[in-house]
């Protein structure tokens, strides 16, 4: 389903391949751009390299999908894009500002301020209210108990689930613990709202309602970043980045990687 | 993350872990609940001896001269070897004593001993017998209730009468009006003249097993057998008289015993004060005794408390994580666990000082002990528990504050 703003213009490769070149900051058309990634680990003496050089641009409004089997590197440069890890080597761009030689707690602020997580397990606190749950980056930013209650409200109603914000976790279904993981994603209205494997513990009925979530957000404007390794749930998206052995083995938009494996 | 909700949050794992924190919290509480107890009973120990029991044996502007001081006591041995040389106290000198001193003085002659009384209505028992002169009854306050006090005439005579005390009337006296009536002691009768108001106990010792007659009359056979006298007490109308009148008594007595300057005094001259002196030392021992013990519960509790919150760290790393990639800092977590030991530390205090008060009261209605509630312990105790809970948190929160975000949100 082929709607308006799907169609709205896509960054050119070549506009990507200028961005990634150049020094310092990008302009504000891009949310992300990496310049050369890397990351090592050691591992008791011999050194993993999870990425070996990554460039990556991705432009405010895009809905991109990352891709790959596992131990290509996909978490890992999803941690990094994430701001939960710094590179090794390389520079990374967010919102125009290096995150790359961040502290830690500078790291958070950021984390707080720009990007929304949705995970695969949820991780919402058991133990707290999905209004809770949803108020709890606002908690972070230092933002009064009043507002914060407002805009979890606003938040949860958004993903339709404003008639269940008093529930705790475990009184909710699948489909709607990620609908509250969602909307406590975008409570903060980050730049980017970064989901690992959104609908890896979901049935497929559930998994397609999620999906529409994200389209919906996707068709107003946020800046959605998908970590998955099932190309029919990449496909969902507008461009897909395809990791392999740390590395971008492919970067194309929808129709081309539907076409390339025959979905 | 406010403080408010971190409290709430720690109290919230407090109710559905109750076992579990009641196992936490039990070092604190019980070193809380020793502190609170002991605290009570040496302050009401100490507002009893300061407020009653000192102005029942010494009223305002009152002092004793006698051979022995009443309670400061010698300090060494050798102190104590020098007043068993001091000279005996006569009667002439409290006569002599008395002739130094302006007329409006009241004064007392005092010599006490004990011995077993009879009636024919009541076994015999053994009382606190009283021999004294001058302005006995003014000066201790006691309150004739039934009959009268002794005259002047049967001081000087030496009249075997008594004025006798509320637990000798109901005890030899059964449903009778003791007055007129006929007490033997040792086999002599006494009339009972006069019957004085109930005085209570101190520290359960009974303040109304006593009998009062006068100096001259037989009971000084037993009270002061060598004829000599314990002592007496005078009391003037004013603190600085009384300090005056001190001086004068000093003087008078080193004058009469011939003692050069550089000698000390041979005999005693004390107020209340001293006695309240005396017992203020007693007190701060047995403050200093008293907290040390339960300071051990608090450091074991202290340890309980931060094993516990290392568990708590391992068990919610996953939390942590969570908390942590929604933009938590390394502070706010540090202070979400501070915070937690804290408050479960400050409620095992609370709940401490509960029980600490619950102990004090029981001891105080079980024993003769007094108890009275020092506002300072119940803010030292509840800082305490603070302390203990914030100084016990440090480790386990620092190392929650400074997990890997990544690795924290794998953990199952």
Same mark, same amino acid.
């Given at each position: 389903m082929q709607t308006e703003a799907a169609e709205a213009p896509l960054h050119t490769t070549a506009e990507r391949q200028v961005v990634v070149a150049q020094d310092g900051a990008p302009d504000t058309r891009w949310v992300i751009v990496t310049r050369g990634i890397k990351r090592e680990y050691d591992m008791g003496g011999e050194v993993v390299r999870a990425l070996r050089g990554v460039d990556l641009a991705i432009g405010r409004n895009e809905y991109v999908a990352i891709m790959g089997p596992s131990g290509s590197g996909k978490s890992t440069l999803m941690n990094i894009l994430g701001c939960l890890d710094t590179p090794t080597a390389g520079e990374y761009w967010l919102n125009g500002t290096?995150? *790359?030689?961040? /502290?830690d707690d500078q790291l958070a602020r950021i984390r707080n301020k720009e990007i929304g997580f949705v995970f695969q397990t949820f991780n %919402? %606190? +058991?133990?707290?209210t999905a209004l809770h749950n949803v108020e709890l980056p606002l908690v972070y930013a230092g933002i009064s108990a009043e507002t914060r209650k407002r805009m979890a409200k606003e938040a949860l109603e958004r993903v339709q689930l404003d008639g269940r914000m008093h529930h705790k976790p475990n009184e909710l279904s699948g489909g709607q613990r990620q609908r509250v993981a969602i909307a406590r994603a975008l409570v903060n209205n980050p730049s980017i709202l970064l989901a690992d494997e +959104? /609908?890896?513990? %979901?049935d497929s009925t559930t998994s397609e309602e999620i999906m529409r979530v994200f389209e919906g957000l996707a068709e107003q404007g946020q800046t959605v970043i998908m970590v998955t390794h099932e190309p029919d749930i990449a496909s969902h998206a507008r461009r897909v980045v395809v990791i392999r052995d740390g590395v971008i083995a492919s970067d194309d938009r929808r129709e081309t990687f539907v076409e390339r494996h025959g979905l | 993350m406010p403080l408010f909700e971190a409290v709430r949050l720690a109290l919230a794992t407090i109710r559905v872990q109750k076992l579990k924190s009641f196992f936490t919290l039990l070092g604190v509480t019980i070193g809380v609940m020793f502190l609170i107890a002991v605290v009570s009973i040496v302050e009401g120990m100490s507002k009893y001896v300061e407020e009653d029991f000192i102005g029942r044996f010494l009223g305002a502007n009152t002092f004793t001269f006698r051979r022995w001081p009443d309670f400061d006591g010698p300090d060494s041995e050798a102190e104590w070897r020098a007043m068993q040389r001091w000279p005996l106290v006569y009667k002439d000198d409290a006569r002599y004593v008395v002739a130094s001193l302006p007329k409006d003085v009241r004064w007392a002659i005092e010599t006490d001993g004990r011995a077993y009384a009879s009636t024919q209505y009541a076994r015999p028992r053994e009382t606190m017998l009283y021999a004294v002169e001058g302005d006995y009854f003014q000066i201790k306050n006691y309150d004739i209730i039934a009959g009268r006090a002794i005259t002047q005439q049967e001081y000087q005579m030496g009249a075997n009468v008594l004025v006798i005390g509320d637990e000798v009337a109901t005890h030899f006296f059964p449903n009778l009006n003791p007055v007129g009536r006929e007490l033997r002691i040792r086999g002599v009768p006494y009339t009972v003249v006069g019957r004085i108001e109930k005085q209570g106990s101190l520290f359960g010792m009974s303040m109304d097993k006593l009998v009062i007659g006068p %100096?001259? *009359?037989?009971l000084s056979r037993i009270t002061n057998p060598r004829g000599d006298i314990d002592g007496m007490m005078i009391k003037m109308p004013t603190t600085t008289a009384m300090y005056d009148a001190m001086e004068e008594v000093r003087e008078a007595m080193r004058g009469r015993r011939h003692l050069r300057p550089a000698q000390a005094d041979n005999f005693s001259i004390e107020t209340s004060e001293s006695a309240l002196r005396e017992f203020k030392e007693v007190k701060n021992v047995m403050t200093i005794a008293g907290t040390a013990l339960p300071m051990i519960g608090l450091v074991v509790g202290g340890m309980v408390i931060m094993n516990i919150m290392l568990v708590a760290v391992a068990e919610r790393t996953r939390e942590i994580g969570i908390r942590k990639s929604l933009g938590a800092r390394r502070r706010d977590i540090l202070r979400q666990f501070l915070v937690e030991a804290a408050t479960l530390s400050t409620v095992g205090a609370i709940i401490g000082i509960v029980l600490g008060l619950t102990a004090a009261k029981l001891i105080e209605a079980n024993t003769p002990l007094p108890a009275a509630v020092a506002p300072w312990s119940l803010v030292v105790a509840t800082m305490l528990g603070l302390g203990v809970g914030i100084v016990s948190g440090v480790y386990p929160a620092r190392r929650a504050s400074r997990l890997d975000p990544i690795e924290a949100l794998r953990q199952e």
């Open positions: 290096q995150v *790359s030689r961040m /502290t %919402l %606190l +058991p133990r707290a +959104p /609908t890896g513990n %979901l | %100096l001259e *009359s037989d």
